[in-house]
């Protein structure tokens, strides 16, 4: 009979947040597989656990997966920690369940910290429906492109974001959302824990004042009637040939898309040339 794999959430920045439950089924899978083998056992040592480790990232995922399979077909039981967090979510894991479901193996979750919903839960905006959108591209054509195609979702959208990102984020997201209500939380559960409030274009003037670290988490109200959203086109090409479409001869036209894009114009330019269809 095959074995069981325990995805295990382990804190998002307090050790307090340990569960007995997580501590426990540490303590009894034959193995735990892990996203960085120094950052877990330092983990494991803060517990007293001692328990075999085996990376598990990004980069050797599918092939990891499949020697863990093994082992849960042999009857061994599987722990899944990530550095932090709820394994799974924006982090490894996916492939795993996938493949462990496929071979029979019983899957468990072992709840705890999960960064987004302590952050929606004390951002103020309504909880009945969420929108999680994970990480939002680091390219800017590509974030205002996913911000065009979430805008009308009718529930609070949330997103992860690095702390070199966050003003431009905020920046676009003011641009192509409208000045909505929104809430920043970072280094939740830390003791220097903070979560900003307000208008977008308010958090956004404080966050570029501040020059705060920490990862965060953005939350932003749905539409709410009477706001703009400014539709963006799907990519560089379609847009100057929209705005050409509208009146505007070729070189403005590069100009207002390059612009809305955050690229140079000459950089937009170059683009433009490689996406010509017979271009090498
Ligand atoms: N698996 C994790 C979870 O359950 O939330 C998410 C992992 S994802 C790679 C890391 C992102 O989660 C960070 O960039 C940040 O956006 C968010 N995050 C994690 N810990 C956080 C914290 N203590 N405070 C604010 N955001 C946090």
Redesign the pocket.
């Known amino acids: 009979m095959p074995g069981t794999l325990y995805l295990i959430a382990t804190p ?2 307090n050790l307090g947040d340990m569960s007995p439950r997580a501590i426990e089924t540490m303590k009894n899978v034959d193995v735990i597989a892990c996203e960085d083998t120094r950052h877990t056992l330092k983990l494991l040592n803060h517990f007293g656990i001692t328990k075999k480790l085996v990376s598990y990232h990004e980069h050797n995922e599918s092939i990891r997966a499949d020697e863990l399979i093994e082992m849960l077909s042999k009857g061994q039981n599987v722990g899944l920690v ?1 550095d ?3 394994p799974a ?3 490894p894991g996916l492939v795993l369940v996938r493949k462990a479901r496929n071979a029979g193996a019983e899957v468990i979750s072992i709840p705890g ?4 919903v302590n ?1 929606v839960v004390v951002s103020g905006l309504p909880t009945d429906s969420l929108f999680f959108g994970g990480f939002l591209p680091s390219k800017q054509g590509d974030r205002r492109k996913r911000l065009a195609e979430v805008a009308a979702i009718p529930a609070t959208l949330i997103f ?3 702390p070199h990102r966050i003003g431009r984020s905020l920046a676009d997201c003011l641009d192509i959302l409208g000045d909505r209500s929104a809430s920043v ?6 003791i220097h824990e903070e979560t900003l409030t307000g208008s977008l274009s308010s958090i956004l003037e404080r966050i570029l004042s501040a020059n705060s670290r ?4 953005l939350i932003i109200d749905r539409e709410r009637d009477g706001q703009e959203v400014r539709p963006v086109s799907s990519s560089l090409q379609e847009r100057v040939a929209e705005l050409e479409a509208a009146g505007h001869d070729n070189r403005a036209a590069l100009k207002i898309a390059a612009k809305e894009h955050g690229l140079s114009r000459s950089e937009a330019y170059r683009q433009l040339q490689l996406s010509r269809p017979g271009d090498t």
């Not at 910290?113 to 987004?116: I, K, R, S």
């Not at 939380?185 to 830390?190: I, N, P």
């Not at 920490?214 to 988490?217: I, L, Q």
């Open positions: 998002i920045g990530s932090a967090g709820t979510i924006n982090d910290p999960v960064a987004f952050a992860y974001e690095s939380s970072r280094e939740l559960t830390k920490g990862e965060y988490v």
